[in-house]
């Protein structure tokens, strides 16, 4: 009824390295992304954050893969955003999460020096409870 949304992109170079930024369960389309590249491009270099507060969704499964996944709260995130801005060669950024996240991460790598056709967004609006408050 709604179709199928999102629109990240996998580089078309399988060396690239990929850095993947997800806020709380924003973290879900990584989850397909890092299934098709096992598979298929298994010689990408992928580098997961994954923020959140204490649920970190899918961890179990992010941990047995062959990427380096940094699970961190969100005062721990510019910290680890540092960290993966140096990275050579440069990488391909996919961000996804609230719209409040995105645009957080996106300035803090622009921030440092990351430049903007090298971040792809997704944003997700997110559940909500019963009370209509974002969960």
Known sequence: MFGIGGHLELPEDPARPLVLIGGGIGVTPFRSILRHLQRH?????????HAGRADYLYSAEFAAMPIAYH????????????????????????VAGSDGFVSGVVEQLRNTGVPGD????DTFKGLHGHDGAAA
Do not use: S
């Open 71 to 94: 699970r961190v709260g969100r005062e721990g995130l510019a910290d680890a955003l540092v960290g993966v801005t140096d990275l050579e060669p440069a990488p391909q950024y996919m």
């Open 118 to 121: 090298a971040i792809q967004t």
């Open 41 to 49: 491009r298994p010689q990408t270099p992928v580098v997961l954050v």
